[in-house]
């Protein structure tokens, strides 16, 4: 039955949107050198690796120049790709990985293989399911980019690792346990309400970043990112 959901959002979606995708990918072409699509390696069902699709937000052999994550002030984004993460449109293409079976539109992100190497035999529970383009996750650190840039620590993969991983884990290993169709329709539903009240009606009611950082001391019921 998720599988046929994904199937039938991931296809509509792609029907939907494919003005606006064509619009962006267009804007990308004129604006900046190189590819319209990033297609980085990430670690999917069972362990098994696929190459995603993503808008290109980043320069040209970004991966080689910086962290696997990125902070707000990252100076590897370009005019344009601030825009399309801002409003989380570079991950739209991935609607493409659904319809071919390498995502869904709920699961745990997709990490790259350095951080999947990281897993505890507990954590490994989260290739079980097929990664997602959204999950509660991704609506807890929706500003995922302004929290490493308020974080103070210079290097972006060890202020993904300390203050954001560990609640991450929590959150996808509980989604793993939990997850059912209703409550995949809930998060899609939640994610959109999100990217409404924290883009664009930004300011009002919308916490510091810095107040969003996990103290800490507060770790109890956190999995462990060492290695398993």
Do not use: W
Request: hydrophobic share 40%; with cysteine.
């Amino acid at each position: 039955m998720k599988r046929l959901f994904d199937i039938l959002m991931s296809g509509a979606g792609s029907l939907f949107l494919s003005p606006l995708l064509l619009l962006l990918a267009l804007l990308i072409k004129l604006t900046s050198r190189g590819s319209v699509f990033y297609r980085g390696e990430r670690v999917g069902l069972n362990g098994r690796t696929f190459r995603i699709y993503k808008f290109r937000s980043m320069v040209v052999g970004a991966d080689k120049l910086g962290a696997s994550s990125t902070s707000d002030h990252d100076e590897r984004v370009t005019g344009i790709g601030r825009f399309l993460r801002k409003f989380k449109l570079d991950e739209l293409p991935q609607l493409i990985n659904v319809l071919m079976g390498d995502m869904s539109i709920v699961g745990p992100r997709p990490e790259v293989k350095r951080f999947v190497d990281m897993y505890t035999k507990e954590e490994s529970a989260i290739l079980s399911v097929r990664p997602g383009i959204t999950d509660r996750a991704s609506l807890k650190f929706h500003n995922e980019g302004e929290i490493l840039a308020a974080s103070g620590i210079a290097d972006a993969d060890q202020a993904y690792l300390k203050l954001i991983r560990p609640e991450k884990l929590r959150l996808q290993l509980a989604y793993v346990r939990e997850h059912s169709l209703a409550g995949d329709v809930k998060i899609i539903l939640l994610t959109c309400e999100r990217l409404l009240l924290s883009r664009l009606l930004r300011g009002a009611s919308q916490p510091n970043p810095k107040s969003q950082i996990p103290n800490p001391k507060e770790k109890e019921n956190c999995p462990t990112t060492q290695k398993g």
